[in-house]
């Protein structure tokens, strides 16, 4: 025999009034801003208040922040994590500084190479031009590989995810540049920058120059790399921009000779190159003293072009991913 339960009584549904009268009393509430109905309060607590017009401004720029975070941290684990890597950083660039002054310096400074180009007949002015050629080089041909590598993000599956979440895809292939770029350039730029003072060989017109000389760097570098990173997401074979992004671009953008001894039609091509531009402001403002009004000129072009690279850079994006979502396949055409 068994006693009297003692599990409590199911409760009896709502009815169908209590119902009514709950979903008429949503539908009175004025609603959220942003198209949805808060709940109410919970009894004793105070709902936060609105954020303020600032605090909405910098959502972006908080989101853009988080963005660029994760980006460099994910860069970091997967290409930077290893301390051989130091090697290529410095030791490389280093050692092709060293063969290209060497291979240089008799040539230029023993014949008549020295009447056309001055520079070259003083060992610290030619080693001044090539070290600021080799500082240039590895902010932009880093962003080429770093290119080429986030091309890898097709085959393994990870480029879909990333479409797929939250971020901005523009201001996904700037914190993928800027990542490597920060990453790879950091310790080449510490050392050259202390050899420079070191030999004396800097000849400045103030203290100024240094924070502009970072930006002619910094930011055509960044939307370069947001220009490649953009077309070598929606191109089947990277290899082929990266061979012609290798070599070529060093030749035609003066990185180790100048510009002036080249072809007209490679000087033209040079031209279309940020790198070509941010050499002429690096040479100007930290080998030949020019202030800012002779900057002035290299630095509106550089403004112009980087503007124009991130257009681009957005319209290959927006093409691109019209054609997957038309087509179910990552290419431009």
């Known amino acids: 025999m068994t006693g009297p ?54 959502r972006p720029l ?29 030791v490389w660039p280093v050692l092709q500084l060293a063969a290209t002054y060497y291979t240089l310096h008799p040539i230029a400074a023993g014949s008549a190479a020295a009447a056309r180009w001055p520079l070259a007949a003083d060992p610290a002015k030619l080693l001044g031009f090539l070290a600021t050629g080799a500082l240039a080089w590895a902010f932009f041909f880093s962003l080429v590989q770093s290119a080429w590598n986030f091309a890898y993000e097709r085959t393994t599956g990870t480029l879909e995810l990333l479409f797929l979440s939250p971020a901005d895809r523009l201001v996904l292939m700037l914190a993928n540049g800027a990542g490597a770029l920060l990453q790879n350039a950091w310790l080449l730029t510490c050392f050259l920058g202390a050899a420079a003072f070191g030999f004396g060989s800097l000849d400045v017109a103030g203290p100024w120059v240094y924070p502009v000389v970072l930006l ?75 202030g800012f009004g002779e900057l002035a000129p290299g630095l509106g072009r550089l403004a112009v072009l980087c503007v124009l690279l991130l257009a681009c850079a957005a319209l290959a994006l927006r093409l691109g991913e019209a054609r997957a979502q038309r087509t179910g396949g990552l290419r431009l055409s």
């Open 216 to 290: 002619a760097l910094l930011l055509p570098a960044v939307a370069w790399g947001a220009l490649l990173n953009s077309l070598m997401v929606f191109s089947r074979d990277s290899t082929f921009v990266y061979t012609v992004l290798d070599d070529p671009m060093w030749f035609v953008a003066g990185v180790r000779l100048p510009v002036f001894a080249l072809p007209g039609v490679l000087r033209m091509l040079g031209a279309a190159l940020p790198l070509t531009g941010s050499l002429a402001v690096v040479r100007g403002a930290l080998l030949e003293r020019e």
């Open 5 to 58: 339960s003692t599990r409590p009584a199911h409760p009896a549904p709502p009815s169908v009034e209590l119902l009514l009268l709950a979903a008429a009393d949503r539908g009175a509430r004025p609603p959220h801003p942003v198209g949805r109905t808060l709940p109410p309060p919970r009894p004793g607590t105070r709902r936060p208040p609105r954020p303020d017009g600032d605090r909405l401004a910098t």
């Open 62 to 90: 908080r989101h853009a922040g988080k963005v660029f975070a994760a980006e460099a941290l994910k860069q970091h684990r997967t290409l930077f994590g290893q301390p051989l890597v130091l090697a290529s950083m410095l």
